[in-house]
């Protein structure tokens, strides 16, 4: 198994538990979301959150990260829990895809979601996010002659002209998300001004519904790339970015998606 440092994993054991695990998984921060796993916690679930890269033994960046840390901290939560599912922000939703396209889990929730493999840099060298049995995934490549319109600078123009000037990269490196067999829940503020989450989306109920698969999409026209649950602080650091929303537009995401990740983590039954 790849196994993760202790100090790079929260687990939050509920008092009264219900069966339900979740793995809890950050965007580009890195941070542990040790908040939202004890928040998880409070309600019945088993929630591990940890820290997929800059930690012990780990990748320092978002570059090549093994998949199969992913795949074996699902096998852990499957150790004690009835039920399993993947909660992922950001980068963190393009992990939780990607594995349950690899092992079966009961939900999965990406919130500001993508449709494809984007790539990370170190040392000067570009690669993809993501490997598997050590090969890297397929990734699109950023387009070389874009700059940020706006400062602070805003990417998802970055992420859109890449798409569109590199189809057959995009299609290579598309998350074959007919592959997953639970439930999926993407949460999709409008406003995000990091990548555009509403078209990814849409890629991703388009490629579903030909598979006969459904997908559930909670969106807010006016909420951007953060997504606070309630009573959660308002995430601060990561890099200098324009994320888009407000903050009363992006507490109303939270608590609508709050109700359905409860819901959705609860109730859900394992893949046959």
């Known amino acids: 198994m790849t196994?993760?440092?202790?100090?790079?994993?929260?687990?939050a054991a509920p008092a009264n538990p219900t069966g339900s695990g979740i793995l809890v998984l950050a965007g580009s921060s890195g941070r542990i979301e040790s908040e939202r796993a004890?928040?998880?916690?409070?309600h019945g679930v088993r929630a591990h959150a940890i820290r997929w890269f800059g930690g012990q033994g780990?990748?320092?960046?978002?570059?090549?990260?093994?998949?199969?840390?992913?795949v074996d901290e699902v096998a852990l939560l499957r150790d004690s829990c009835d039920r399993v599912a993947i909660?992922?922000?950001s980068f963190g939703a393009e992990a939780a895809l990607l594995t349950a396209t690899r092992t079966p889990v009961d939900a999965v929730i990406a919130i500001a979601p993508t449709s494809v493999v984007w790539p990370g840099i170190l040392d000067g060298s570009w690669s993809s996010h993501w490997t598997?049995?050590?090969?890297a995934l397929p990734w699109v490549p950023f387009?070389?002659?874009?700059?940020?319109p706006t400062d602070p600078p805003e990417f998802r123009g970055l992420y859109a002209e890449s798409l569109d000037r590199h189809p057959l990269e995009a299609e290579a490196a598309a998350i074959p998300v007919e592959r997953i067999t639970g439930e999926l829940l993407l949460v999709v503020?409008?406003?995000?001004?990091?990548?555009?989450?509403?078209?990814?989306?849409?890629?991703?109920?388009?490629r579903r519904s030909s598979a006969g698969l459904p997908t559930d999409v909670l969106r807010h026209s006016r909420a951007g790339h953060r997504v606070p649950?309630?009573?959660?602080?308002?995430?601060?650091?990561?890099?200098?970015?324009?994320?888009?929303g407000s903050p009363e537009a992006d507490a109303e995401l939270g608590a609508l998606a709050w109700d359905a990740v409860l819901a959705l983590t609860l109730k859900a039954t394992r893949p046959s």
Request: cysteine-free; hydrophobic content about 40%.
């Open 132 to 135: 598997e049995a050590g090969a």
């Open 189 to 206: 503020g409008e406003d995000d001004r990091v990548w555009p989450s509403g078209r990814f989306a849409d890629e991703i109920v388009g």
């Open 38 to 42: 004890d928040l998880l916690a409070r």
């Open 143 to 148: 387009v070389e002659d874009w700059t940020a």
């Open 87 to 89: 909660l992922g922000t």
């Open 229 to 244: 649950f309630p009573g959660e602080a308002i995430a601060s650091g990561g890099h200098r970015m324009a994320r888009g």
């Open 58 to 70: 780990q990748r320092p960046v978002p570059h090549e990260v093994p998949l199969e840390l992913f």
């Open 3 to 11: 196994r993760i440092d202790e100090t790079d994993r929260h687990v």
